[in-house]
């Protein structure tokens, strides 16, 4: 029989109180009588740090040299898209944060595409950025060039895309991590992690022998777990070109029970810009008039745009590398390892697709001030000495110079199924997984699941319930939800056909879904909750107008039935106008029926909630009613094997996965509808049985009572169980 | 010393508080809200399913304590048997009263006000208001039904016609045909029936729908299936298109947007086709049908004429007469019955009759039932037995338990068969009955009727024949895809974007799929993968 039983433990409220009292809490080297000697009967009380008090030996002589400080609330482990929008998150929601990187200088490194966004993934930006997040406000602030795509095929669909200046983008991540109070960084290498007793976590300690601890830690290693980069048939330990791989932590991990596996992605050359003649490429500018990334219009500023090219593979492409297929590590056989299928190396375009002739090549600068140029869709396996010559078959770069050659790289990951949808694994109390090691891809992924992680690891830490973001609610969820419960073997990109509910997930509500959650987590301060508040009421005020104002014919109702190709009837609303087809809020500006106070961001709003309002009602209340039923929890407990109606595999599946909801239950694989009815029906008889059973307890408890006062009564036999 | 207590507090161990559950009652399976307190009792952690906060404080559906929100509909009274006098449509799920209001008129008002448990008199229309049947409604509203959601039970005439048109009804106005003992595994999932029972509902319920499953993987539902199918692979095809160029734009040419609606617009008028002329109603009236098979010449066509007292097939005593399946529609005990003679099946080089043999097997694998004909004067012959492997490795491989019984015909030509047969070790299980006939003296007919009425007393073919109930699902299917379709027309009209095509495209697939769960983000992403290079 399980019993309940309780710690105690340093809440925010003790430290908050000294963060008040002496707020440059970051760093401190001097103590403050005061301060320590709350902490120190904080220790003396709480049975969670007597442990970490007690090992460490020198303690006493620690305390003068200031090592006390060498316990955080959250640590987080590596300083990329994930481990900087962790760390964020946590430290602005006061917990005291320490981020351990590899090397200070590559923080939030774009270390493959110089871009954010694309369809899905800038809904994922969007999505961080409503939450009070950072990855929207960075990309907005550096980017290069920006384009909107999708932007006819409809309001759930379209995306921005940024292409973003490399180095100045790991500067203002940099800048802003190092200006974030409750935040230190530090560069180690992080090899162990400390255990408490009861299966949780108490720190980590590191390769030059520091010990750090904190209540939870965060795990983002991206490629650099055991990293090893191939360039033909030669490889090194690295985690990237120039970088040294992280070893060490993955047997820690292994020993503790987690399974491992390894992955493969890969990155293209990069050549000199200078070398390009541009003269023949088709150019692609950016849009004229800018999207931004964040909800935030203090960031909204526009800069001069760079313009990227597309040229094209040619024969002589195709030539070199079916001759040389042989020394690739895919089908020379020495890499077994399987890239992601979204994203394939130009032997395997050719391959695959023989009766293609040419494939796009796009070239993509990678800063204001830098030569390089990102030669996109080129990526390879070949060995350097034939990259060159194969970079100068593309018409334009003739007579270009590389910088850098293409290389592939291998790293350890750990099947996300280890995870519960909070990112915490479900092995080990205060351990939280987020990003490459998970599985996954992409700048946009890593940041959507540091946010999370980041915020979970400082509730956990406080001991408040950790923030599960639903499928339906989000990509992010979406995301989360696929990446714990589905058998995932390549790397995993988000895209818009992985949500079923994407008309309900757009990038122009994100703020309206996610932003009053981020206020009740506490990342949205009082200026943003103010800009929020005010934006969606002048969206209501101006959808109720237009509800109210009617027009009988004039210009504009006969600039719409041409433009429309329907009859506009007497006194028809402006919102009857705007539903029609072709019809945007921009016509009702032109005849000055528009209001001119609202920000284009808000007429589109305005706009989309008019024109497609069908529809949205309809997804929505379809939503609805599956959720009732999806949503309903499954305990942790289950001993899934007993069921003997499920089949054998849904018995294996769901020991493995856990599920937490029916619905996750249901989308796990080999999971059948009728073994969820099996389900539900040992949930219920389940219920019913402990129901009997209190029943039960409850008659002799009576029974016992009544036996105490009136000895003489036998009501035995009115009690004994059939 | 007091600000130190204060900054102390109490933590539950949630590792080992979680371990301590506590089965959740209905009322904790209401949406939960953020933070909200239903799951904080069991559970260390919130879901957040927050809306839009554009789309308004609206409160629908906030009768939370339902555990299914879909309303169920099926025909609750056996069929296939004799007719009965009266036959019962039952409803049940929180649309119940709504969906049986769009197609029930009361006879003395014009709108139906339910009262619980109280009779109504009146008429069920179609969706164009024609009259299918005389009814009475009878609405028990939650809780007090079999199972405690609204329940209207519209109790028909017994004839199937006038039960599946009033079903096809409902199912238009927008309920969802019930699954195999999906009534009762409400009932129980409410609260209703004891523990034990639930053990076999369990037991039901998933034996069930895994033989129906199987049937589904294995192709063999007939009818419509596949047409289905086809239907379905065009909807995954179109989706595998847009989306692609959804999430690859600028790697891809662009649309065929005139090929995308020629595609759709044939969909639709395939989809109507095979409602119009394979409704119900004619499905019905082909009811079970019976194949008969056997060796050439042992007298399977003058069963059949004997049987349907008619001349429909020639008879002659040259080996492989019959060339084609031959049809005659009987009716036992007002069971609509189709007979269907086949050729004798043997290897053969003619090719019309080689064509012959090979649609003699496909009737057997299609039939409800299979009569086996071998003769008496011949006796069981190794080519007997070759036949038989012949059936039954059709039936292996797709899975199916057709009964089949043994016709030992030309009893007259050798009377003391009837008695030497089972010594002979010809006895094989396979076998449900066993009779003896003259074909020509119609001797053992009557036999032959007792043994077929058996068969579907005693195997589930009551319940209305396993390929019919298989065929009512391919039937709403077509009904949904149609629904799915109008719309994608109508947003194509209204010149609505690339991406709301998808939404109903995903729909029609969805209420295409087989019967166990499938992804079609998944399907659609490989095919992209497979289909286009993509891939910066």
Redesign the interface.
């Known amino acids: 029989m ?10 925010r ?3 908050n ?1 000294c963060n008040t009292l002496f707020p440059t809490t970051s760093s401190i080297t001097l103590l403050n009588p005061r301060r320590r000697s ?1 902490c120190f ?2 220790s003396t ?2 049975r969670r740090f007597s442990t970490v008090e007690t090992s460490s030996s020198s303690r006493d002589l620690g305390y003068e040299f200031g090592i006390v400080d060498e316990k955080y609330d959250v640590i987080v482990v590596g300083g990329g898209h994930a481990g900087c929008e962790a760390a964020l998150a946590s430290a602005r929601l006061g917990a005291k944060t320490l981020l351990l990187t590899l090397n200070i200088d590559r923080i939030a490194w774009q270390p493959c ?1 110089p871009a954010v966004g694309a ?2 993934k800038s809904q994922l930006v969007h999505e961080v950025d409503a939450l009070g997040g950072e990855i929207g406000k960075i990309a907005d602030r550096c980017y290069l060039q920006k384009r909107v ?2 932007a ?6 379209r995306a921005l895309r940024a292409q973003t200046d490399k180095r100045e983008y790991a500067m203002l991540m940099r800048n802003v991590v190092e200006s974030t109070p409750n935040l230190s960084i530090r560069e180690a290498m992080v090899t162990d992690i400390i255990l408490g007793k ?3 976590v108490e720190g980590v300690s590191t390769f030059f022998g520091m010990k750090f601890y904190a209540p939870s830690v965060i795990l983002t290693t991206g490629t650099f777990m055991s990293g090893k980069i191939w360039v033909g048939r030669t490889s090194m330990p690295a985690g990237r070109a120039g970088e040294s791989a992280s070893h060490g932590l993955t047997e820690n991990l292994q020993q503790l029970g987690f399974e491992t596996d390894r992955l493969k992605t890969g990155t293209p050359a990069r050549v000199d810009i200078r070398t390009v003649d541009f003269s023949g490429l088709e150019p692609q500018h950016g849009d004229e008039e800018v999207s931004w990334f964040s909800f935030d219009p203090d960031v909204h500023i526009e800069r001069e745009q760079m313009c990227c090219y597309l040229t094209r593979t040619t024969s002589t492409t195709h030539q070199i590398i079916r001759d040389n297929l042989h020394e690739t590590p895919t089908y020379g056989g020495w890499v077994e390892a399987k890239g ?5 190396s130009i032997e395997d ?1 050719i391959v ?2 023989q009766d ?1 002739e040419s ?2 090549v ?1 070239l993509e600068p990678e800063g204001r001030d830098v030569p390089e140029l990102y030669v ?2 080129f990526s390879t396996g070949l060995p350097e000495r034939l990259q060159l010559p194969l970079l100068r078959t593309l018409p334009g770069l003739e007579n270009c110079s590389m910088l850098r050659p293409a290389y592939a790289v291998e790293y350890d990951y750990l099947p996300a199924h280890q995870c ?3 990112l915490m694994t479900k092995k080990i ?1 205060g351990l939280f997984f987020s990003g490459q090691i998970n599985g996954t891809t992409g700048y946009e992924e890593a940041a959507a699941q540091g946010i999370v992680s980041g915020v979970n690891a400082a509730r956990h830490a406080d ?1 408040k ?6 499928r ?2 989000s990509y992010i ?1 979406t995301l989360i939800d696929d990446l714990v419960t589905k058998d995932l073997r390549e790397p995993y990109r988000m ?6 509910h ?3 997930l757009r990038s122009d ?1 994100a703020d ?3 932003t ?2 981020g206020r ?1 987590i506490g990342l949205i301060d009082d200026r943003r909750w103010k800009l929020y508040q005010e934006k ?1 009421a002048r ?2 005020e101006e959808k109720k107008r237009l509800k109210s104002v009617k027009i009988s014919g004039g210009d504009l109702a006969a600039d719409v039935t041409r433009m429309s190709g329907q009859p506009v009837k007497n006194s028809s609303t402006l919102e009857s106008l705007l539903k029609k ?2 019809i945007q809020y921009g016509l009702l500006d032109k005849h000055g029926f528009g209001d001119k106070n609202l920000s284009r961001m808000e007429r589109e ?1 305005v706009e989309i ?1 008019i024109k ?1 309002e069908g ?3 309809r ?3 379809q939503l ?6 999806q ?3 499954l ?3 289950l001993d899934y094997y007993a069921m003997i ?3 054998l595999e849904a018995r294996e599946k769901l020991s493995k996965v856990r599920p ?2 029916i619905g996750q239950a ?2 796990v ?1 080999g ?5 969820i ?2 389900l ?13 059973q209190r029943m039960y307890k409850m008659m002799n408890a009576i029974q016992a009572n009544t036996q105490d006062e009136e000895p003489k009564v036998c009501l035995t036999e009115t009690t004994r169980p059939g | 010393m007091a ?2 207590m ?20 209905l009322s ?5 809200l ?2 909200s307190r239903a ?2 009792t ?15 404080k ?1 409160t ?2 906030e009768n ?1 304590n ?5 309303t169920i509909a099926a025909i609750v009274t056996s069929l296939g048997g004799p007719p009965a006098a009266v036959g019962i449509v039952r409803l049940s799920g929180p649309h119940a009263v709504s969906i049986a209001g769009r197609v029930f008129r009361p006879a003395v008002r014009n709108t139906w006000q339910p009262t619980s448990h109280v009779v109504e008199y009146g008429v069920v229309l179609d969706s164009d208001g024609n009259v299918i049947d005389e009814v009475l409604a009878v609405p028990m509203l939650a809780p007090r039904s079999y199972t405690r959601e609204d329940v209207v039970e519209l109790q028909c005439h017994g004839n199937e016609v006038c039960l599946r048109r009033v079903l096809r009804t409902c199912l238009e106005a927008g309920a969802t045909l019930a699954q195999p003992g999906e009534f009762t ?1 409400r009932a ?2 409410n609260g209703r029936l004891d ?1 034990s029972q ?2 076999n ?3 039901l ?2 034996a069930k ?2 033989a129906a ?1 199987d049937a589904a993987l294995e192709g063999i539902q007939g009818g419509f299936s596949s047409l289905v199918r086809s239907l379905r692979n065009q909807c995954i095809d179109m ?1 595998t298109e847009i ?1 692609a ?7 891809m040419p662009p649309l065929d947007l005139n090929g995308i609606m020629d595609k759709i617009q044939h969909m639709s008028q395939d989809v109507e086709n095979a409602l119009e002329t394979a409704n119900y109603d004619k499905l019905l009236q082909s009811g079970l049908q019976l194949a008969i098979v056997g060796r050439p010449n042992v007298g399977k066509s003058s069963l059949l004429n004997a049987w349907s007292k008619s001349e429909r097939a020639i008879v002659t005593e040259i080996a492989g007469t019959t060339r084609d399946v031959i049809e005659a529609s009987i009716s036992i005990n007002g069971i609509p019955i189709t007979l269907l003679d086949t050729a004798g099946i043997r290897d053969t080089d003619d090719i019309v009759e080689k064509i012959g043999v090979e649609r003699s097997e496909a009737v057997a694998r299609g039939a409800d039932l299979i009569i086996m004909t071998v003769s008496a004067v011949e006796g069981w012959t190794s080519e007997d037995t070759k036949l038989l492997e012949r059936i039954q490795s059709a039936k292996e491989s797709t899975g199916s338990s057709t009964p089949v019984i043994l016709v030992v015909n030309k009893i007259d030509c050798k009377p003391s068969a009837e008695t030497e047969w089972d010594k002979g070790c010809h006895s094989h299980k396979i076998f449900s009955k066993q009779v003896f006939t003259c074909a020509v003296t119609s001797q053992g007919i009557q036999d032959l009727e007792r043994a077929v009425l058996e068969i579907v007393g005693m195997d589930g073919i009551a319940a209305g024949g396993r390929r019919w109930t298989v065929n009512q699902r391919q039937c709403e299917q077509l009904v949904r895809t149609k629904e799915a379709l109008v719309r994608l027309q109508s947003s194509i009209k ?7 095509w998808t ?1 109903d495209l ?1 729909d029609a697939a969805l209420s295409l799929g087989q ?3 499938e ?1 079609i ?1 998944e399907e ?3 095919n ?2 497979s289909k286009f ?4």
């Open positions: 399980a019993t309940v039983s309780f710690t105690l433990h340093l809440c409220f003790g430290r109180l709350i009967s904080g009380f709480s595409n369809p899905a795509l999708n006819s095929k409809g309001p759930a669909v009861n299966d949780n992601p299928r979204y994203c394939p375009k695959r697709f293609k494939h796009q796009f996109q869709g519960s949808r909070s109390q001991g319930s950790l923030i599960v973001l639903e339906e609610s969820g895209l818009t056909s992985r949500s079923e994407r008309l309900l509500n309206s879904r996610l009053p959650l009740e969606q969206i209501s087809p072709h709003c909630d497609y529809f949205i009602v997804q929505q209340s609805q009613q599956m959720v009732t039923q949503h309903k929890p305990p942790e407990d109606n499920l089949s937490q909801t249901s989308r694989g999971v059948s509808p009728a073994d009815t099996a539900l029906i040992e949930l219920e008889a389940k219920r019913r049985k402990a129901q009997g | 600000m130190v204060a900054s102390f507090r109490i933590v539950l161990h949630t590792n080992t508080y979680n371990r301590f559950f506590h089965p959740p009652t904790t399976w209401r949406r939960c953020l933070f799951f904080s069991n559970y260390n952690y919130s879901v957040v399913v927050k809306k839009d906060e554009r789309l308004g609206r629908e559906n939370s339902v555990v299914n929100s879909t595994l129980f999932l523990l639930a053990e509902v369990a037991r319920i998933s729908s895994m499953a989706l989306e160029r959804l999430d690859f734009e600028d790697e209204e010149e609505l974007p690339m991406d709301f939404i995903r019967i166990n769960g992804d983000s659609v992403l490989s992209i993968f290079c993509i891939g910066k």
